[in-house]
């Protein structure tokens, strides 16, 4: 009953940017955490960036300095600002949000992706 819906993925020159989004289709109340990832053909899906509900953020190392992923609590959204980008950050990249149900469960969102290409 929950769905995550990306946007912002597109094609764009190396050292350009893009901002991803991602919202949830309905009010969520206990988003533990949220991310996002990517995943190139033949590889491993990764993650990029995550933050939690305090707002403590972790990047991976490839894209420190140049990413940012930030939150808007009331429109139940995620975003990442993708700056100097390189042609290996090219991907489909995917949001995650992690909600919690009670004390002891909690479950993981995906959206559907949105690709990300960057090309001369």
């Known amino acids: 009953q929950v769905h995550l819906v990306e946007s912002g993925g597109g094609l764009v020159q190396p050292g350009g940017s893009l901002r991803l989004s991602c919202a949830a289709s309905?009010?969520?109340?206990?988003?533990?955490?949220m991310g996002w990832y990517r995943q190139a053909p033949g590889k491993q899906r990764e993650m990029v960036a995550t933050i939690t509900s305090g707002d403590q953020t972790n990047y991976a190392d490839s894209v420190k300095g140049r990413f940012t992923i930030f939150r808007d609590n009331a429109k139940n959204a995620v975003y990442l600002q993708m700056n100097s980008l390189k042609p290996e950050d090219t991907a489909v990249y995917y949001c995650?949000?992690?909600?919690?149900?009670?004390?002891?469960?909690?479950?993981?969102?995906w959206g559907q992706g949105t690709q990300v290409t960057v090309s001369s």
């Open positions: 309905r009010n969520i109340f206990s988003i533990n955490a």
């Open positions: 995650k949000f992690v909600i919690l149900y009670s004390a002891y469960e909690n479950h993981d969102y």
